[in-house]
């Protein structure tokens, strides 16, 4: 990384607001995030010289495109700002991210906003499936699924299991403890659920099947969510910092990985016979990050941040870190290793199972998320002497993914 990338902080939305039921929608949300991230961050607006969006599907969730404009209107010190936006499905920001890194190490820009975000609570449970159903290969896959993206994770969860084996509880532990930590976190979508043991049982009627094996608490929710930070040049954050009267430095990337896969889920998953990782593009994504970072392997982060769309993400997420080995993610579960508390906790935000999952803004979510962490503000869910936290941002079936990793620079 030619020039070091650091973060200022930022602000989100709360992820268990309903927008369309209180008459906002993405450029009043927009305009609200952005004027609390930089009072958060205590940035005059004069000061960013570029932003980039992270969306999936305004168009068709909302009718709109062109977000650029919408953002250029959330102060009036924007309007000629440039803005570009990117789209990759759930790691839409992940994306926004590594492109504003792109213009800072560039030098382009010091200062730049990334912003993601989505609406989605606004049609019905299976328009917003179809919806979401664009970032699968059109007319090539899951065709008669009526929930196209449990469908497919149901591949992967059946895949798995004729790999390795799988004990659903250890699913269905995922979940609990992620749901568990939401309550911790004061912007989570499902904070204020009240949950007993049967709704996370093979209990048809508190806990129903979506597809397949797959029950209602293994999925992510629908979500409606905006967030944002602000990242910088090292030189600005000196400046910055001096100007506030700040003697720690600030959070920075301190490695990426990024990549690509072919759409179709049935080209990416392995034959049964193998035994190794399931995707090892997911894992050289981790080691690319762990490597720039300086880091031997995840055991010394403090926490991770990863992509539970469904319970079988994160599992496969712990292998893929190198926590296990392939087919023994369950020990990091019975041992009670990533739970808040235990030696590396994942998702004590939540996660998208607990926190919520608005597609566009979970990868900046996650940023954000890790940059509470290290700065100590993560409030009730904080990790105790966090001082490095990673993030795990997919894709699709694993069509993209991006990984960070965030820490202060030494």
Request: charged share 20%; aromatic share 6%.
């Amino acid at each position: 990384m030619s020039r070091r990338v650091l973060i200022l902080g930022g602000a989100q939305s709360d992820f268990a607001r309903h927008w369309q039921r209180e008459g906002s929608d993405l450029a009043g949300e927009m305009q609200r995030v952005v004027q609390s991230g930089l009072a958060e961050c205590s940035l005059p607006a004069d000061q960013v010289q570029a932003a980039h969006i992270g969306n999936f599907a305004a168009e068709l969730f909302c009718h709109q495109g062109l977000l650029g404009g919408l953002l250029a209107r959330c102060d009036p010190a924007w309007a000629e700002l440039p803005i570009m936006r990117h789209e990759a499905a759930c790691a839409s920001g992940s994306m926004a991210i590594l492109a504003a890194m792109a213009s800072i190490e560039a030098g382009r820009a010091e200062c730049v906003c990334v912003l993601g975000i989505e609406q989605m609570r606004n049609v019905s449970g299976e328009q917003a499936a179809q919806n979401l159903g664009c970032a699968a290969w059109h007319g090539h896959e899951a065709q008669a699924a009526k929930y196209l993206w449990p469908h497919l994770f149901e591949q992967v969860r059946q895949r798995y299991v004729e790999q390795h084996g799988l004990d659903a509880r250890y699913l269905r532990r995922i979940a609990e403890i992620n749901l568990a930590n939401a309550k911790c976190n004061p912007l989570a979508q499902t904070r204020d659920w009240q949950l007993q043991a049967e709704h996370f049982a093979a209990n048809d009627e508190l806990n129903p099947r979506v597809e397949g094996e797959l029950r209602r608490r293994d999925c992510a929710q629908i979500s409606d969510g905006c967030a944002a930070v602000f990242l910088c040049s090292e030189a600005f954050a000196q400046q910055h910092a001096r100007r506030l009267g700040r003697s720690e430095s600030y959070p920075a990337i301190l490695g990426w990985g990024q990549r690509s896969s072919p759409l179709p889920l049935a080209e990416k998953l392995p034959a049964a016979s193998e035994r190794g990782l399931m995707f090892p593009h997911l894992q050289r994504t981790i080691a690319d990050a762990m490597q720039r970072a300086g880091l031997a392997d995840a055991w010394q982060l403090d926490l991770i941040e990863t992509h539970d769309c469904f319970t079988i993400s994160e599992y496969l997420a712990l292998e893929h870190f190198g926590l296990a080995s392939p087919g023994q993610g369950w020990q990091r579960i019975e041992d009670g290793s990533i739970e808040l508390g235990g030696r590396l906790p994942v998702n004590p935000s939540g996660g998208l199972i607990g926190g919520g999952h608005p597609v566009g803004a979970t990868g900046v979510r996650m940023l954000l998320d890790a940059w509470r962490q290290v700065e100590h503000k993560a409030a009730g869910y904080q990790v105790e002497g966090a001082r490095l936290a990673a993030c795990l941002n997919i894709g699709g079936s694993f069509s993209a993914v991006a990984s960070f990793v965030v820490g202060r620079p030494s």
